[in-house]
């Protein structure tokens, strides 16, 4: 019974998502080569898609020292996976369970003064202060720099935190020379929480962009999270991409010149042609903006996607090759072969790649390499 089950299942038409890992540790290498100091591999939003304990493990089996999150769940999902190394979670609502970040082990970022009262009753725990050093997002503003660097000296004589790091965030750092601004800020953070006597030991404030264009901005460590899965937004480095998205033609039509295709009829055939019918679509992660400038590759080379991009499935026209059920169709991959990337979908959907590899749809089946 369970083996039908199993053969059925693979049987079924469905597409499936392939994480190369040795992409991830081939990205991570390179950034720890790069950069003046350490690697924070961020694995936020499920590692970027690619699976949060498996990047995560191999980010740090290829060198990267520190792992950065955005919840305490993620940081326990962290450490549950095996990783050792220090792990640091931002982005903590107030009410946060210190009490868990202090049993496993895990680092968190005082965006105020708020927080830290919070954090301190229940420590001890090391933190990170983070500065908003330009975005106006998360962070200290910096007119409560002095109040809060003197309460977390206060609090750390006192025995209730350890203040290990200073972070910051870049908010133009895709802008060639643009970091500056953010780099001075951080810096003049640092200075302050010395004078209050406090002693960081790492200062952060690099991302992906800034780490590839910028090594000025490296400071103490670097967090990656795009670089680390392939993507690189400056647009200087070509780095690995890590998942393939494939999908079985499940259907095959000869249509007349004239025909109609998907809903409102947007694709309109010149000629007769042959349309292949792929189950794949926006509940999968495909985003339908891309729709009327999508292609998949199909047969040996792209084709364009035909119509509107429906929940469930696509329509790719191959003209008058020969295609069949069961072929496969590469939606993205790391376009070796021609096929499209993540990058690709992005410019079609006017967005960028982290939305595309974040995107992936739960039902999704995924294979780990
Ligand atoms: C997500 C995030 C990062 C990682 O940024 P990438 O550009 O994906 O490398 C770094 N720092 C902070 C504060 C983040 O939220």
Same mark, same amino acid.
């Given at each position: ?32 080569? /790069? ?7 961020? =694995? ?7 699976? /949060?304990?498996?990047?995560?493990? *191999? ?5 990267? !020292? ?5 919840? /305490? ?13 220090? %792990? ?53 503003? @910096?007119?409560?720099?002095?109040? +809060? ?7 750390? +004589? ?16 895709? *802008?060639?020379?643009?970091? &500056? ?30 780490? /590839? ?36 033609? %499940? ?22 042609? !042959?349309?292949?019918?792929? @189950?794949?679509?926006? &509940?999968?992660?495909? @985003? ?23 929940? $469930?499935?696509?329509?790719? $026209? ?8 069961? $072929?496969?169709? =590469? ?9 499209? !990337? ?28």
């Amino acid at each position: 019974m369970g083996a039908l089950v199993t053969s059925l299942r693979q049987a079924a038409a469905e597409p499936s998502l392939s994480v190369d890992l040795g992409a991830v540790a081939a990205n991570t290498r390179r950034f720890v080569s /790069l950069a003046r100091g350490e690697v924070m591999a961020v =694995v936020k939003a499920d590692g970027f898609g690619h699976g /949060l304990g498996d990047v995560a493990r *191999t980010a740090a089996a290829a060198g990267a !020292t520190w792992i950065g999150v955005t919840s /305490l769940a993620e940081a326990v999902a962290v450490r549950e996976s095996g990783v050792d190394v220090p %792990v640091l979670s931002w982005l903590n609502p107030v009410d946060a369970d210190v009490r868990t970040a202090v049993r496993y082990g895990i680092d968190l970022s005082v965006p105020s003064l708020h927080h830290l009262a919070v954090i301190e009753q229940a420590g001890p725990v090391r933190v990170h202060l983070q500065l908003d050093t330009g975005m106006a997002r998360d962070g200290a503003s @910096p007119d409560s720099w002095l109040a +809060l660097m003197s309460a977390a000296r206060r609090a750390e +004589l006192a025995g209730k935190i350890s203040v290990v790091g200073v972070m910051g965030h870049l908010p133009c750092a895709d *802008t060639p020379g643009a970091n &500056a601004t953010g780099r001075r800020a951080l810096l003049r953070g640092v200075e302050m929480a010395r004078q209050a006597g406090l002693r960081p030991a790492v200062r952060h404030l690099a991302a992906t962009s800034a780490a /590839l264009t910028d090594p000025s901005s490296h400071l103490d460590v670097v967090r990656i999270g795009a670089g680390l899965v392939g993507i690189d937004p400056s647009g200087t480095t070509r780095l690995r991409s890590a998942l393939r998205l494939t999908a079985p033609v %499940v259907q095959v039509r000869r249509v007349e010149a004239g025909s109609g295709v998907g809903y409102g009829h947007s694709y309109v055939t010149e000629r007769a042609t !042959t349309l292949a019918l792929l @189950p794949v679509g926006y &509940a999968d992660g495909l @985003p339908r903006a891309a729709s009327g400038r999508a292609e998949v590759f199909l047969g040996g080379r792209r084709r364009p996607v035909a119509g509107v991009i429906s929940m $469930d499935q696509v329509v790719a $026209d191959v003209g008058d090759d020969a295609v069949a059920p069961g $072929d496969e169709a =590469v939606v993205f991959g790391a376009g070796d072969d021609g096929e499209p !990337t993540v990058e690709d979908w992005a410019r079609w959907a006017g967005t960028i790649p982290h939305e595309i590899v974040t995107g992936i749809g739960a039902r999704v089946r995924r294979n780990v390499r």
